[in-house]
């Protein structure tokens, strides 16, 4: 795998989809980007697509204050999807909080692999695009 | 003499005439005839000695005339003999014939003596008939008996002793019984009762515990007692028959040479024998084993018929001797107490006169000696400095057998320095019931009654400690019998029950009978060693509310359990302050958590603008075309309207919370009118109506600053959550205004608020939409603000329908009043 082929973003302040959206443009990180602003659509998608692994994000980018079902709310929500879906995508936490208690659940969830701070940066998101793809080529080559 | 007569005579039968003439010279006579007819016979018969006879003859009648003389003597002697005589008939007694004396003795007379049988009378004049009959036959044999005693009855039937002669003579040519009685019945008497009186005195002497010896002159025993017979028959003995006329000093110097007393014995034997000395008296032991017998011996002198008798009385003296000696062995003891007991002790007559003083009277009363102190002082009242009444009534007492059993006085021996002293004194009396003296003890109490003040004056300090302190105290016996209180448990049972507390009443009557389990509780973990506290809430007669902190002790002396002390102390004023911290507490916590909620927020909603900007920021510097980074620039501005809209969120929060009421007449219309001109920039205001009713005829007073901020948020939110698929969208604002409050009615036909975030809403942050802007503070702030102005909020609204908010606030005109009463309901509401 060359190529990360959909990454989704779900943050509820548009400026900010805007803001990782055009990074990632730029950086080339994904073949599309998909961006929804809330947790439920999120979850939604998500379960519509869950036999069609085609339309599955690779990488979900998950923004924790959101109102109605924060981002630990779509996580107690994403445990409960099929395995499928759960191998399919890697979640990585994206906020502006700085609380250590978030940054502490974000780290003992076992569907969370890093926890990014906004704002984001070119040189993040290249790192993270190397991460996945040497994962995904180890997970192919035991494959 | 005529013959004639004498023949007329009666042969046997001697005929007694009252011509007196006695029997005796009438025998004589009858004798001498008899003997001349028988001397004449012979004659005739030898006529060879005529010649003699005649001359015989001659001298026989010179012997008649001589023999009748006698004979004539004889009757006369018989007659008139002071002894009683009388002729017996040999052969059975009868009495041939008797002489005055015998009648005198026998009561009868002469006739009827000899006119009487022998057998019918004169056997029964003897006492004895066997015994006259015995006389009767010896005289047989020996024709004479001497000095028989005899005993005769009288005419009376009284015995007469007599001692009796018999004589058997011839008269008459019978052999008769001559019987001469002496009358001995008085000497008889006589005798016996000398009998008696010596065996009366022997008896008495036998039975006295001395030992009793009588000597004569020649130390020969006479008499010894039993007991003398019992303990000193060594020494001589009335029954040693060998020992007469013995040197007593001798035979003890032989024989009992290491006995010394018996030759101190001898030796005043001998003293007193001689008249050397009077009565000899003196003591003397005997070592017997290891025993030793103390004797106290009389050795005096009597005469007795001409002849000197010794009496020598021991008396066995060992048990006084030893009570003499532990008497004065006991003396010596009691002496020696006297002398070194630590009270004064003292003896005095009955005017209380020193008679005797121990060494510490005289030192207690500053005197060297016993001997300086009687110098100085000769009666107890100088020596006490008593008064003349202390005087009088110690008089009394004594006179009248009373103890005194201890008198305080004071002495001065030196000028300041006083010393008190305690007298007990009693009264002696003999036992005819006269006061011999007196005797008694003096301490010095100067120190005693020194520690006794400083006892005092400890307790008198530790009661006015235990009688001012705050503390109300309250001691129990086992049984929870009140002992003892001090005056705040008064105060305290009596504000809270109206009743005084009375000693010996049992605690369970002055509790509130709705604590009296929890009390009786109480006292039993108490009884298992424990104390115990525990606070009460009481509500006093006068209607105040009060809070007590009761301790229960129990405590104990050297026998053991001993009661209970109850103490209670008045925590209301505590309480009070207790609860306002427990409030400032609550409080503090809310303000923590909302703080807390608060540095969350502003982690992310703070943080959150900053972020996008800065991301804005990074692509915007890549970014070349000029419509591009247009449009991030109005991004960049939007970020910050957000945040400066967060800010002032937070400032009006701060005001709400921080600011003082302020109450003023609020111009709703004015308020209204402000509100709507602010949000004119809002998004979406131009195409909602906003209708407003205000009936404000009744003047009204609150914040209006802080009403305005409700107001804002309300119609802000209104705006916001408009329905924009609805063709009219629209708010409603009814303010009505009443006397003393106000209500505010704010509906809308917006989105509405689903019913599982209604109660949601009013919390800190909470935002319900995602595509709405906003920090969540917006309907926090708002009922912050209405708890502020005392008021109340209400939410009804439907998903679709739209939303409506009431909200009363009351009239603050009189807002210290208001304060007043508020804190009131606080304080009641959290004691209960």
């Keep these: 795998m060359n190529s990360i082929k959909k990454a989704l973003l779900v943050d509820d302040t548009e400026i900010d989809l805007y803001i990782t959206r055009c990074l990632m443009e730029a950086g080339g990180f994904a073949d599309e980007i998909l961006t929804r602003t809330s947790a439920m659509e999120a979850l939604a998608y998500l379960r519509i697509n869950a036999d069609n692994p085609e ?73 993270l695009k190397c991460q996945l793809l040497q994962r995904s080529s180890l997970n192919n080559n035991k494959q | 003499m005529p013959t004639s007569y004498l023949n007329k005579m009666h042969p046997i039968q001697i005929t007694y005439g009252t011509n007196g003439i ?47 003389s006698t004979a004539t003597r004889y009757q006369n002697s018989f007659i008139n003999s002071p002894a009683a005589m009388a002729v017996l008939q040999l052969t059975d007694g009868k009495i041939l014939d008797c002489n005055t004396s015998f009648e005198i003795l026998t009561g009868f007379s002469k006739s009827t003596l000899v006119s009487s049988p022998a057998s019918a009378f004169n056997k029964g004049m003897f006492h004895s008939a066997d015994q006259l009959n015995e006389i009767l036959l010896q005289l047989k044999d020996k024709h004479k008996l001497y000095n028989i005693e005899v005993t005769l009855n009288n005419i009376n039937g009284d015995k007469c002793i007599t001692l ?174 006297f002398e070194n007991a630590l009270e004064g002790i003292f ?184 104390h115990l506290t525990k606070q009460i809430k009481v509500r006093s007669l006068n209607g105040d509310l009060r809070w007590f902190e009761i301790t229960l002790v129990s405590y104990q002396n050297d026998i053991g359990m001993e009661g209970f002390i109850l103490s209670s102390t008045d925590i209301t004023m505590a309480k009070a302050s207790e609860e306002r911290i427990n409030n400032q507490v609550g409080m503090l916590q809310k303000t923590n958590h909302e703080l807390d909620k608060f540095v969350y927020s502003v982690s992310h909603d703070l943080r959150a603008p900053l972020t996008s900007i800065l991301g804005l920021i990074n692509i915007a510097m890549y970014e070349t075309s000029k419509p591009v980074l247009e449009k991030h620039l109005n991004m960049i501005s939007s970020c910050v309207n957000r945040l400066d809209g ?45 209708k407003g009713e205000i009936n404000d005829f009744t003047p009204f007073h609150s914040d209006a600053l802080r009403i305005s901020i409700i107001l804002n948020n309300l119609l802000a939110n209104a705006i916001k959550y408009s329905d924009p698929e609805k063709a009219d969208s629209y708010i409603e604002v009814t303010i009505n205004t009443e006397p003393s409050r106000c209500t505010i009615n704010i509906s809308d036909n917006g989105i509405g608020i689903d019913a599982e975030h209604q109660n949601k809403v009013f919390e800190m942050f909470y935002r319900v939409s995602h ?58 509401s959290t004691s209960r």
């Design chain 2, 164 to 337: 009796g002669s018999f004589e058997v003579i011839y008269i008459d040519n019978k052999f008769t019984c001559f019987a001469t009685f002496i009358d001995i019945t008085a000497w008889k008497k006589t005798e016996q009762a000398l009998i008696d009186s010596e065996n009366f005195a022997y008896a008495a002497l036998d039975s006295l515990s001395s030992q009793i010896a009588i000597l004569d002159e020649s130390s020969y025993p006479i008499y010894t007692n039993t007991f003398w017979n019992e303990n000193f028959a060594e020494l001589f003995s009335s029954k040693m028959k060998s020992e007469t006329g013995i040197d007593l000093l001798t035979k003890f110097k032989n024989n009992y040479s290491n006995a010394e007393y018996f030759i101190q014995f001898a030796e005043a034997i001998n003293s007193v024998i001689s008249g050397t000395s009077g009565d000899s008296l003196f003591e003397f032991s005997v070592a017997n084993n290891d025993t030793t017998h103390w004797y106290a011996c009389r050795i005096s002198r009597f005469t007795q018929s001409e002849y000197l008798r010794i009496i020598i009385s021991i008396d066995n003296i060992t048990v006084l001797r030893k009570a003499e000696l532990e008497k004065i062995q006991s003396e010596i003891r009691y002496q020696a107490i």
């Design chain 2, 771 to 828: 595509s709405i802007p906003g920090a969540g503070l917006g309907l926090y702030i708002v009922k912050e603000t209405v708890a502020k102005l005392h008021g109340t909020i209400k939410l009804q609204s439907k998903v679709g329908r739209g939303s409506a908010f009431v909200i009363t606030l009351p009239d603050l005109s009189d807002l210290n009043t208001k304060k007043r009463i508020s804190n009131e309901f606080n304080q009641e």
């Design chain 1, 55 to 127: 339309q599955l994000p690779d990488v979900i980018f998950l923004d924790i204050r959101m109102p109605v079902m924060d981002g630990f709310g779509f996580l107690e929500q994403f445990e409960l999807l099929s395995e499928s879906i759960r191998n399919h995508c890697t979640i990585y936490m994206l906020s502006s909080s700085l609380d250590y208690e978030d940054l502490a659940r974000a780290h003992c969830n076992p569907f969370v692999s890093a926890f990014l701070n906004k704002p984001l940066y070119p040189e993040t998101l290249l790192n």
């Design chain 2, 347 to 530: 003896q005095c007559d009955p005017q209380g006169n020193f008679l005797t003083v121990n060494q510490a009277l005289a030192t207690i009363s500053g005197y060297a000696s016993p001997a300086e102190l009687l110098m100085q002082q000769k009666d107890l009242s100088t020596l006490m400095g008593f008064n003349s009444y202390q005087d009088s009534a110690f008089h009394s007492f004594m006179q009248t057998n009373r103890s005194i059993k201890g008198i305080e006085c004071n002495i001065s021996q030196k000028p300041g320095e006083t010393k008190q002293l305690m007298l007990k004194a009693h009264p002696v009396f003999s036992n005819s019931g006269e006061l011999l003296r007196i005797e008694g003890t003096v301490e010095d109490i100067t120190e005693r009654k020194k520690a006794e003040l400083a006892l005092e004056n400890s307790e008198y300090m530790l009661r006015t400690i235990f009688e001012n302190t705050k503390q109300a105290f309250i001691l129990l016996d086992k049984e929870l019998n009140i002992l003892n209180w001090n005056h705040k448990a008064q105060e305290e049972i009596v504000s809270v029950t109206g009743l005084h507390i009375r000693e010996n009443t049992s605690i369970t009557e002055y509790i509130p009978r709705r604590y009296i389990s929890d009390f009786k509780d109480m006292i039993a973990e108490v009884f298992e060693g424990k």
């Design chain 2, 646 to 690: 967060f800010i002032q969120d937070i400032l009006n929060y701060s005001r709400n919370s921080r600011q003082e009421i302020n109450s003023e007449p609020v111009n709703f219309r004015q308020l209204l009118a402000e509100t709507r001109s602010d949000l004119k920039h809002m998004n979406g205001e131009n195409r909602i109506r906003i």
């Design chain 2, 22 to 68: 006695s029997l005796p010279l009438f025998v004589s006579l009858l004798l001498i005839v008899i003997t001349l007819l028988y001397i004449l016979h012979v004659i005739r018969k030898k006529n060879k000695v005529i010649e003699l006879l005649q001359e015989e003859a001659n001298t026989n009648e010179n012997e008649l005339n001589n023999l009748q």
